[in-house]
């Protein structure tokens, strides 16, 4: 059964950071690019960042741009979400996503075959 479980989500005060990590199980996604995206309440699911398979090529939203960093670590299975910076609009349930093969830069949430569960950030202001 294929698993992608989010970690290190919770409550921060703005300017400050946190680390996402997604650990996937169940299948390699050594080949499939990895996304982020985030949902807040009333909002549409938006693509936050992205990166390929091997971690040469990514993409941010503008939103996000210059604060957030998405990496992977194809060894462990797991892709990561460092944010900095941290504003009350970055509140949102933030989910993993795993590409379809050979889909090699996804930027639409239907190019993503598998999902987390999400897990909750909150920024205060």
């Known amino acids: 059964q294929v698993q992608l479980v989010e970690s290190g989500g919770g409550l921060v005060q703005a300017g400050g950071s946190l680390r996402l990590s997604c650990a996937a199980s169940?299948?390699?996604?050594?080949?499939?690019?990895m996304g982020w995206f985030r949902q807040a309440p009333g909002k549409e699911r938006e693509l936050v960042a992205t990166i390929t398979w091997s971690g040469g090529n990514t993409y941010y939203a503008k939103s996000v741009k210059g604060r957030f960093t998405i990496s992977r670590d194809n060894a462990k299975n797991t892709v990561y979400l460092q944010m900095n910076s941290l504003k009350p609009e970055d509140t949102a349930v933030y989910y993993c996503a795993a590409a379809r093969d050979y889909v090699s830069f996804p930027l639409s949430s239907d190019e993503y075959d598998y999902w987390g569960q999400g897990t909750q950030v909150t920024v205060s202001s």
């Open positions: 169940g299948r390699t996604f050594n080949r499939n690019a």
